[in-house]
């Protein structure tokens, strides 16, 4: 089993930024891609980035390229999400997910840990 437990986030102006943190336990951080998701009101989840666990590439939702940057620390057992010019869209809960097969963090399908989420919220 992996728990995985985000925080970071809050309400911020548009413009603004965030860093959002996720930290795991409970088995070997490394040998899993890490992702981060989102989930607006009304709206399904989605995915918006991703960093392999072997090689360190990192994946983007076109929606936040440019703006948003995951990265890990495995010596700490966290993986980040760097927001920075926030828009009004970008309001949702996120959550951060775990599994050994980065495809399926790319694709969301057949997750196999999920965290419980924290609110980002984008308003003036």
């Known amino acids: 089993q992996v728990q995985l437990v985000e925080s970071g986030g809050g309400l911020v102006q548009p413009g603004g930024s965030l860093r959002l943190s996720c930290v795991a336990s409970?088995?070997?951080?490394?040998?899993?891609?890490m992702g981060w998701f989102r989930q607006a009101p009304g709206k399904e989840r989605e995915f918006v980035a991703a960093?392999?666990?072997?090689?360190?590439?990192?994946y983007y939702a076109d929606s936040v390229k440019g703006r948003f940057t995951i990265s890990r620390d495995n010596a700490k057992n966290t993986v980040y999400l760097q927001m920075n010019s926030l828009k009004p869209e970008d309001t949702a809960i996120y959550y951060c997910?775990?599994?050994?097969?980065?495809?399926?963090?790319?694709?969301?399908?057949?997750?196999?840990?999920w965290g419980k989420g924290t609110l980002v919220t984008v308003s003036s």
């Open positions: 997910a775990a599994d050994t097969e980065l495809v399926r963090v790319t694709r969301n399908y057949g997750i196999d840990y």
């Open positions: 409970g088995r070997t951080f490394r040998n899993y891609a």
């Open positions: 960093v392999s666990w072997s090689t360190g590439n990192r």
